[in-house]
C-alpha cells in the first residue's frame, strides 16, 4: 500500500514537471531553454527515479514468467506489468497534453531531457527509446494527437522492449554469474589442488628434513660416540703412561731407595765390622791383660804357696793351728788379689785406647 502511494505521488511529480516545463515550452522552441522555465534537470531527475521503478518492475515480471514457466496459478506475474502499464500511461500523456500534441515539441523536449547528466548509461537508453517511440507514434497533426493519442498501446510496444531487454540483460547476467561460478570453482579447485600440492610438498620436504636431521643427529651421535670412545682410549693411553711412569718411578725410588739401603747397610756392616774390630782388638787387649792377670796371679799365688811352706817348716808344733790360720789368710789374699788383677784389666784397657 505505501509503495503504491509513493508511486502515485511520484508519477504526479512527474506529470506535474514535464506538464509546466512543456507547456512552458510551447511557442519558444527548445533554445529558450532555462529561460522559458522548462527545467529539463529537474524532469531527467524524477524520470531517472521512475526508470528504476520500471526496470524493477521489468524484472520481476521476468524472473515470475522464468520461475512459472511463462505463468502460474498460485504467483500472478501480471502486477508488475499493470503498475508499469499505469505508471507509462501517466507519463505518456502529461508528455503529449503537455505539448499541446507538438511532436517537435515533445522530441525536441525530450532530446534536452535524456541528455542530461541524471540519465547515464541504461537511463539513457530508455529515456531515448521511450522519446523515440512517442514521437514515432505522434502525427502530424496536433489535434489528433492530443485527442486521439494511444499511450496504452505504446507502452505496451515499450514494456515488450524492455521486458525482451531485461530477459536478456538477466540471462546474460545468469550466464555471467554461472561462468563466474565455474571460474570461481575452477579457480578454487585449483587452488585446493595448488594448496594440496603444496601442502604435500611441504610434508615431502618436512619429512627430507626430519629424516635429514634424524641421520645428522644419527651421525652426530656416532661421531660423538666416536670422539668420546678415541677420548676415553687417549686417556686410557694416558693412564696407562701415567701408571707406567709412576711404575717406572717407584722401581727408580725403590732402586734408589735399595741403594741408599745397601749403601747405609754397607756403611753400617763396616761400622760394625769396625766396631767388631775394635771389640776384637779389646777383646784381645782384655785376653792378654787377663793373661798377664793370671800370670801374676799365679805367680803370686806360687810365691804365695813357698811362704806356707816356708812357714810349715818353721812351725811345726803349731801346725794344726798355723795351718787353719794359714788357711785363713790365704782366703783374704786370694780375694784381694782379684781387685788388684781388675785393677791391671782396667788399666790394660786405658793404655789400648791410648794406643
Same mark, same amino acid.
Given at each position: 500500500?505505501?509503495?503504491?502511494?509513493?508511486?502515485?505521488? @511520484?508519477?504526479?511529480?512527474?506529470?506535474?514537471?514535464?506538464?509546466?516545463?512543456?507547456?512552458?515550452?510551447?511557442?519558444?522552441?527548445?533554445?529558450?531553454?532555462?529561460? %522559458?522555465?522548462?527545467?529539463?534537470? @529537474?524532469?531527467?531527475?524524477?524520470?531517472?527515479?521512475?526508470?528504476?521503478?520500471?526496470? $524493477? /518492475?521489468?524484472?520481476?515480471?521476468?524472473?515470475?514468467?522464468?520461475?512459472?514457466?511463462?505463468?502460474?496459478?498460485?504467483?500472478?506475474? %501480471?502486477?508488475?506489468?499493470?503498475?508499469?502499464?499505469?505508471?507509462? %500511461?501517466?507519463?505518456?500523456?502529461?508528455?503529449?497534453?503537455?505539448?499541446?500534441?507538438?511532436?517537435?515539441?515533445?522530441?525536441?523536449?525530450?532530446?534536452?531531457?535524456?541528455?542530461?547528466?541524471?540519465?547515464?548509461?541504461?537511463?539513457?537508453?530508455?529515456?531515448?527509446?521511450?522519446?523515440? $517511440?512517442? $514521437?514515432?507514434?505522434? %502525427? !502530424? &497533426?496536433?489535434?489528433?494527437?492530443?485527442? &486521439?493519442?494511444?499511450?496504452?498501446?505504446?507502452?505496451?510496444?515499450?514494456?515488450?522492449?524492455?521486458?525482451?531487454?531485461?530477459?536478456?540483460?538477466?540471462?546474460?547476467?545468469?550466464?555471467?554469474?554461472?561462468?563466474?561460478?565455474?571460474?570461481?570453482?575452477?579457480? @578454487?579447485?585449483?587452488?585446493?589442488?595448488?594448496?594440496?600440492?603444496? !601442502?604435500?610438498?611441504?610434508?615431502?620436504?618436512?619429512?627430507?628434513?626430519?629424516?635429514?636431521?634424524?641421520?645428522?643427529?644419527?651421525?652426530?651421535?656416532?661421531?660423538?660416540?666416536?670422539?668420546?670412545?678415541?677420548?676415553?682410549?687417549?686417556?686410557?693411553?694416558?693412564?696407562?703412561?701415567?701408571?707406567?711412569?709412576?711404575?717406572?718411578? !717407584?722401581?727408580?725410588? /725403590? /732402586?734408589?731407595?735399595?741403594?741408599?739401603?745397601?749403601?747405609?747397610?754397607?756403611?753400617?756392616?763396616?761400622?760394625?765390622?769396625?766396631?767388631?774390630?775394635?771389640?776384637?782388638?779389646?777383646?784381645?787387649?782384655?785376653?792378654?791383660?787377663?793373661?798377664?792377670?793370671?800370670?801374676?796371679?799365679?805367680?803370686?799365688?806360687?810365691?804365695?804357696?813357698?811362704?806356707?811352706?816356708?812357714?810349715?817348716?818353721?812351725?811345726?808344733?803349731?801346725?794344726?793351728?798355723?795351718?787353719?790360720?794359714?788357711?785363713?789368710? $790365704?782366703?783374704?789374699?786370694?780375694?784381694?788379689?782379684?781387685?788388684?788383677?781388675?785393677?791391671?784389666?782396667?788399666?790394660?784397657?786405658?793404655?789400648?785406647?791410648?794406643?
Amino acid at each position: 500500500m505505501q509503495r503504491t502511494r509513493a508511486m502515485m505521488l @511520484l508519477f504526479a511529480s512527474l506529470t506535474y514537471l514535464a506538464q509546466g516545463a512543456i507547456h512552458a515550452a510551447a511557442g519558444h522552441g527548445f533554445l529558450s531553454g532555462k529561460k %522559458s522555465g522548462m527545467q529539463p534537470e @529537474l524532469v531527467a531527475t524524477t524520470l531517472a527515479r521512475v526508470e528504476d521503478r520500471w526496470r $524493477s /518492475q521489468a524484472v520481476l515480471f521476468t524472473e515470475c514468467n522464468s520461475t512459472q514457466g511463462g505463468g502460474s496459478a498460485t504467483l500472478d506475474c %501480471s502486477h508488475a506489468t499493470s503498475a508499469f502499464m499505469k505508471s507509462c %500511461s501517466t507519463v505518456v500523456s502529461a508528455v503529449v497534453s503537455g505539448s499541446s500534441g507538438d511532436r517537435e515539441n515533445v522530441k525536441e523536449y525530450l532530446g534536452v531531457v535524456c541528455n542530461e547528466p541524471e540519465l547515464t548509461s541504461w537511463k539513457k537508453e530508455w529515456c531515448s527509446g521511450l522519446a523515440d $517511440s512517442v $514521437s514515432s507514434m505522434m %502525427s !502530424a &497533426d496536433n489535434y489528433e494527437n492530443r485527442e &486521439d493519442f494511444d499511450s496504452t498501446r505504446l507502452c505496451q510496444g515499450f514494456w515488450s522492449k524492455m521486458t525482451a531487454v531485461e530477459a536478456t540483460r538477466l540471462e546474460q547476467e545468469r550466464v555471467e554469474h554461472a561462468r563466474r561460478l565455474e571460474a570461481e570453482r575452477i579457480q @578454487l579447485a585449483a587452488a585446493k589442488k595448488k594448496a594440496e600440492e603444496a !601442502a604435500a610438498e611441504e610434508a615431502r620436504r618436512r619429512a627430507v628434513a626430519e629424516a635429514a636431521a634424524k641421520e645428522a643427529a644419527k651421525k652426530a651421535a656416532a661421531e660423538a660416540a666416536e670422539k668420546a670412545r678415541q677420548e676415553a682410549k687417549k686417556r686410557a693411553e694416558e693412564q696407562k703412561k701415567a701408571a707406567e711412569r709412576a711404575e717406572a718411578e !717407584a722401581v727408580k725410588r /725403590q /732402586q734408589e731407595e735399595a741403594a741408599r739401603e745397601a749403601e747405609e747397610a754397607q756403611k753400617r756392616a763396616e761400622e760394625a765390622a769396625a766396631r767388631v774390630d775394635a771389640k776384637r782388638k779389646e777383646a784381645a787387649a782384655e785376653e792378654a791383660m787377663a793373661k798377664h792377670k793370671l800370670e801374676a796371679a799365679k805367680a803370686a799365688a806360687d810365691k804365695m804357696k813357698k811362704i806356707k811352706e816356708a812357714a810349715k817348716e818353721k812351725t811345726k808344733e803349731t801346725k794344726a793351728t798355723k795351718s787353719a790360720a794359714a788357711k785363713k789368710t $790365704s782366703a783374704p789374699q786370694k780375694t784381694a788379689a782379684k781387685p788388684v788383677a781388675a785393677k791391671n784389666s782396667t788399666a790394660a784397657k786405658v793404655n789400648v785406647k791410648k794406643h
